[in-house]
């Protein structure tokens, strides 16, 4: 059911590209959503994708914009509050999130589990954490991971605009100066929504990336265990899981980790970056328009949503 989902959007998605992408540059077709969106099916599901779409020259050109610009998200999407991603039922995706770090223990061996596991995730890094620990930084990038913006300070306190600007663009300059990645997502720190930062997040386009299951690894006393049970209970499909590899001692997310990991793929879960998960979403909505003219296009389902 699920491949045969994909198959649906890959084709949609196929078609679309080769109508009108046939006379613009590869240049061009870099800030094409549509080029973005088909080749996450590539990196995602890899081998799973349909013979006659692996290994064509359409998806190695693919393959390469990808690299390039994996931190893309759909137009639509930028400047949105967005608590998880609205996805079929039956389309098992979910993202991993860890948010306050880099640090120099948990964050490497949390890449190390990711690794192991052929999985993708997305760090929302705090910029003087980034400025502590570059090769870190760089390690993330280089995984394949994407990378948030979490402010310079992680403070919660209302911001005027300087302030606020500063923190979210010294934090983007650093990420960029390290990894060379121009990164599209922001998670305010604790969650809070109207203390200056996510008013100016908006008005540089970034998505404002929330939450939709929380592990809880940032409570006190959030015993491996515990975390497991609390993911067991919130994971669905287009979730966004929240979790922490700095901050503090995370050794409980990292002894949690591959057993959530081995939990949520028992279920049938495969797992995305942020960026991959909206474009599914996006990509979700398209096929549906196209099959069914009653379908309209609503506006972001996720403002309805209230996790906080
Ligand atoms: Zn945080």
Request: charged share 20%; hydrophobic share 35%; no cysteine.
């Amino acid at each position: 059911m699920f491949s045969h989902k994909l198959f649906q959007f890959l084709t949609v998605g196929t078609i679309t590209l080769v109508a009108t992408g046939g006379g613009l540059s590869l240049t061009g077709l870099l800030h094409q959503n549509y080029l973005n969106n088909s080749s996450l099916f590539t990196q995602s599901l890899g081998n799973k994708l349909p013979d006659n779409l692996n290994g064509s020259a359409l998806a190695n050109a693919q393959d390469v914009a990808f690299n390039q610009n994996k931190e893309a998200i759909p137009k639509e999407l930028q400047g949105q509050t967005i608590y998880q991603a609205k996805l079929p039922i039956t389309d098992k995706v979910i993202a991993l999130t860890f948010d306050d770090g880099p640090g120099p223990k948990n964050t490497t061996e949390i890449l190390d589990i990711l690794k192991k596991n052929h999985i993708k995730a997305t760090f929302f890094v705090v910029g003087q954490m980034v400025s502590f620990h570059p090769q870190i930084t760089k390690q993330i990038a280089d995984d394949g991971h994407v990378l948030g913006n979490h402010t310079w300070h992680h403070w919660y306190r209302r911001m005027n605009v300087a302030t606020a600007a500063s923190e979210i663009n010294r934090t983007a300059d650093i990420i960029y100066k390290t990894t060379g990645v121009k990164t599209t997502l922001f998670r305010p720190p604790g969650g809070f929504l109207h203390n200056g930062l996510v008013d100016y997040a908006k008005s540089q386009k970034y998505a404002i990336m929330m939450w939709s299951d929380e592990s809880g690894d940032s409570q006190r006393h959030g015993q491996a265990a515990r975390l497991i049970k609390n993911v067991e209970k919130s994971a669905k499909p287009g979730g966004i899981i929240l979790m922490h590899d700095g901050g503090g001692n995370r050794s409980q997310t990292v002894k949690a980790l591959p057993q959530i990991i081995a939990y949520l793929k028992n279920k049938g879960y495969k797992f995305a970056t942020i960026p991959e998960l909206l474009t599914m979403q996006t990509q979700a909505k398209d096929v549906l328009t196209a099959e069914s003219s009653i379908v309209t296009k609503d506006e972001h389902p996720n403002q309805k949503l209230h996790h906080q």
